[in-house]
């Protein structure tokens, strides 16, 4: 675990991998410590955005430092089925690049089962772990300046649904009907970290 | 309240959104944290009351009943009827009468409270517009009508013409205090967390060239055009949170330094980061302003 500097208001926690980061998310989270305002878990990192008039980077490290985090893995979070249509403009060009036919990448995304690791990039965008590793691809080397709410993506070893119209550089599978992402739901995002994913293949 | 007319923008602006990390929820909040602050405090609201955050002045407001409002923030006036009320005073206002902010002398944003506070049904706990993420209130427009809350309990208003003194005041300004006119804005830094992906002759180059502000900057954040900033790494950074005030250097090289409606997480370098209160400052800096870097000297402990 290394501990970064990252201005007045926050600390930048930086561990060896995704797991790590997730077991410290969860071990920050349940120790409720004083003063910290917002955790923000990523693919390696934890960022802990903390009240300067309450407590201090310096105070919220040693407290860090001194939890037994370790072996803690995401709460489990329920378990949410998405109907996809998998026809999205980028499902050939994925196919080619793991070497296979795109009835085979549909077969591995939909029999995997997904996790919610972390949010980012925008209102209910989850970055989705699966656990099958034969689904690695790279982000397109140019991003598309607009993709629709729906789009089911893979990129860098996570899948996700774009939640609104955004840009993005992810590789489009599919789309999807389901709303990720809807303020006058409680929660409003679909997927939080710790709830299992699963795709299955819709005609429509 | 009934807005007559809006200017560039107007927004609505608290304290921010915070705890919404898990659903991917930027803080947001006002771009000037200090001229926010001691708008409320003009007005006698509690902190984190909601107040119209008005980008280069043009906003004219009606009331429906008697109120007492205050500006801050950029250096323009309040217009209430023909008389003209400096920033930094609170004043009441007699239904009907017209209520403008002009258009500043210097900074950008101006910061208009109302005792009682802006009462819209807050979104995920804030009543503030996030521009990035397109939560909460949009941006105002003529003809809206928005509904102030109860005055504060226990405050019995301040007197006509009262106005804070002291520490709140920067330069004349009721603000965190926009740069003047033709001077370099120094800001101050605390380098990291990722300060290693840059040689030590870049980073003296970050903390002595001067930048100018882009037209292109906005609430999400102050882009900079200067002496590029080149990695000395190769590779990509995964994503991860990034903070109000994070200097973050995309591949062009071109820092850009994040304001309130800053994205959850970014995937580029952060250099170092912006003192909060001068965070303020260059949320009030005007495209054109220059900008230099200088490196805090009061002793930040490793964290």
């Known amino acids: 675990m290394r501990f970064r500097r990252c201005g007045r208001e926050a600390v930048l926690v930086e561990v060896a991998d995704l797991d790590a980061a997730l077991a410290l998310y969860e071990g920050v989270r349940a120790a409720r410590l004083p003063g910290v305002l917002d955790l923000v878990p990523a693919a390696r990192t934890v960022l802990v955005r903390l009240d300067p008039a309450v407590t201090s980077p310096a105070r919220v490290r040693h407290r860090i430092a001194g939890l037994a985090v370790g072996e803690g893995r995401l709460a489990d979070r329920g378990t949410v089925e998405i109907p996809v249509r998998y026809d999205g403009d980028d499902l050939a060009e994925v196919a080619d690049h793991l070497g296979v036919t795109a009835d085979e990448v549909v077969a591995r995304h939909t029999s995997s089962t997904w996790t919610a690791a972390f949010a980012g990039f925008a ?82 | 309240m009934t807005v007559v007319r809006t200017g560039p923008r107007v927004v609505l602006k608290d304290a921010g959104r915070l705890g919404y990390a898990e659903y991917g929820v930027a803080p947001s909040g006002p771009v000037d944290r200090a001229a926010y602050t001691a708008a409320n405090r003009l007005v006698g609201n509690r902190a984190g009351a909601a107040v119209l955050e008005c980008l280069l002045g043009g906003l004219v407001v009606r009331f429906d009943a008697p109120a007492v409002v205050a500006l801050t923030g950029a250096d323009a006036t309040l217009l209430v009827g023909v008389t003209e009320v400096p920033a930094g005073v609170a004043v009441e206002v007699a239904p009907d009468v017209p209520v403008e902010v002009t258009t500043p002398r210097a900074g950008v944003r101006s910061y208009v409270a109302v005792a009682g506070g802006i009462a819209v049904p807050p979104v995920l706990g804030s009543r503030s517009t996030d521009a990035l993420g397109g939560i909460g209130p949009p941006a105002l427009r003529p003809g809206d009508t928005l509904p102030i809350g109860p005055a504060p309990a226990g405050h019995r208003g301040p007197a006509p013409g009262g106005q804070l003194s002291g520490g709140l005041l920067s330069g004349g300004l009721l603000s965190g205090g926009p740069a003047p006119g033709d001077g370099v804005l120094v800001v101050t830094v605390d380098l990291g967390p990722r300060n290693d992906w840059f040689a030590p002759r870049t980073i003296a180059t970050f903390l002595t060239a001067g930048y100018t502000v882009a037209p292109a900057s906005d609430s999400v954040g102050v882009r900079l055009s200067g002496p590029p900033l080149p990695r000395s790494r190769e590779g990509e950074l995964p994503s991860e949170g990034v903070v109000r005030g994070a200097v973050q250097v995309p591949p062009d090289g071109q820092p850009i330094v994040f304001a309130a409606d800053h994205p959850l997480t970014g995937g580029y370098p952060v250099i170092a980061v912006v003192h909060p209160r001068d965070t303020d400052r260059l949320g009030q800096a005007r495209p054109g302003q220059t900008v230099r870097f200088a490196l805090a000297t009061d002793f930040l402990e490793d964290p």
Do not use: E, K, N
């Open chain 1, 123 to 204: 209102p209910g965008f989850a970055y989705l772990t699966g656990d099958d590793p034969r689904l690695d691809v790279p982000r397109r080397a140019t991003p598309r300046t607009r993709i629709p709410a729906g789009a089911v993506a893979l990129a860098g070893g996570f899948s996700a649904v774009y939640p609104a119209d955004t840009p993005g550089g992810w590789q489009l599978i599919g789309r999807t009907t389901t709303r990720l992402w809807d303020v006058d739901r409680d929660p409003p995002a679909l997927l939080v970290p710790g709830t299992r994913v699963r795709f299955r293949r819709a005609d429509r």
